[in-house]
């Protein structure tokens, strides 16, 4: 067996062979092109098992590549230490130590989610973006509105008859400034439409629809969030434990323990950060929805702290997700099936 470690960027991919006692086979740089991956695969001797680091042009690479290796992984950035490390760090060095932490089985893997999984998470990601960018618009709008000492209703501001009354009617308004909104609601118009069209091609799409839909069983759960869990996770499978999927989640605090004392930091940073947006946003309207939620709410706000009470129910929320996902059923309580319920 070769063991190859791979160190991309943009333009090109740095490689080092190794065999199985550590000596180097063959070392160079290759264009991080498809007809130059081709070339350089079909001079490689077999079999070969390589392994990367996790970085934006690592998916198509993965994907490439893993047809003509007999395994091939992808590190997780933060844990190479042999590499952040080093005193002596370039291209060369980190495919070798890539390759070494390959060889001894040290390699620190992450996860690497199939493509078709990829590619639609791709189109949710995008579909956050545009709701972000709507968001700060229309923040942006009302700023330009209070700058010039214009008094509207914070409440309707974004409807649009109510939009265009003020533009029209107000007597405060500068002429310079109508361009200016009408821009403004124009781009929040056009990315509401975007955002709509890619949330309703996902739900129907077929892959997804029967999941979707047995999460958005649970009470509390809408598709936004069964949409974020379905392409976030990937696999349910590879959490062992519901420990593991809360940390994932980002919904636990980091540990810092040495002899026998412990100490518990903030909520740690090394999360899927677009997950945890969603599940506490949710949590904050699930309660609304689910009495069992509602009560454990307001157990968790009596102890004196809100923000600990969301976190609570977005842990059990995360609880509900996880066991409806493992058994492929619809949210189940006293032997019924709960009715679809959208809360978020």
Not at 241 to 246: Q, T
């Amino acid at each position: 067996m070769y063991y190859i470690g791979l160190d991309v960027h943009k333009k090109t991919i740095s490689y080092c062979v190794k065999h199985g006692g550590g000596e180097v086979h063959q070392q160079g740089v290759i264009h991080a092109t498809r007809d130059a991956l081709d070339d350089w695969s079909r001079r490689l001797l077999q079999p070969w098992t390589g392994a990367m680091e996790a970085t934006m042009f690592t998916g198509w690479i993965y994907d490439h590549l893993l047809p003509h290796a007999a395994s091939l992984k992808v590190a997780h950035p933060l844990m190479l230490r042999a590499i952040a490390a080093a005193k002596r760090k370039n291209d060369r060095v980190d495919a070798a130590k890539i390759a070494d932490l390959l060889r001894v089985n040290l390699l620190p893997e992450c996860y690497m989610a199939p493509t078709a999984i990829r590619e639609r998470r791709r189109t949710w990601r995008y579909r956050h973006l545009l709701v972000r960018q709507s968001v700060q618009m229309k923040n942006r709008m009302a700023g330009l509105l209070m700058e010039t000492g214009v008094a509207y209703n914070k409440q309707k501001l974004h409807q649009k008859r109510y939009f265009a009354e003020l533009v029209r009617e107000s007597a405060e308004l500068p002429p310079a400034l109508k361009p200016l909104l009408n821009i403004g609601r124009e781009t929040v118009d056009r990315a509401a439409t975007t955002e709509k069209a890619l949330l309703r091609a996902l739900q129907q799409d077929p892959s997804l629809k029967a999941r979707v839909e047995r999460l958005t069983s649970i009470p509390g759960i809408g598709p936004v969030t069964a949409l974020s869990w379905s392409l976030e996770i990937g696999e349910v499978s590879r959490f062992p434990s519901l420990k593991h999927a809360v940390s994932y989640c980002g919904l636990c605090s980091g540990e810092n323990s040495s002899a026998g004392i412990q100490k518990r930091s903030p909520i740690s940073k090394q999360r899927n950060p677009h997950l945890q947006t969603v599940l506490i946003e949710a949590a904050k309207l699930a309660p609304r929805w689910n009495p069992d939620l509602a009560l454990l709410h307001d157990k968790e706000v009596a102890r004196g702290n809100r923000n600990r009470a969301t976190l609570a129910v977005a842990r059990k929320l995360v609880a509900y997700l996880l066991a409806v996902d493992r058994r492929e059923k619809p949210f189940q309580k006293g032997g019924r099936t709960q009715a679809p319920e959208i809360a978020a």
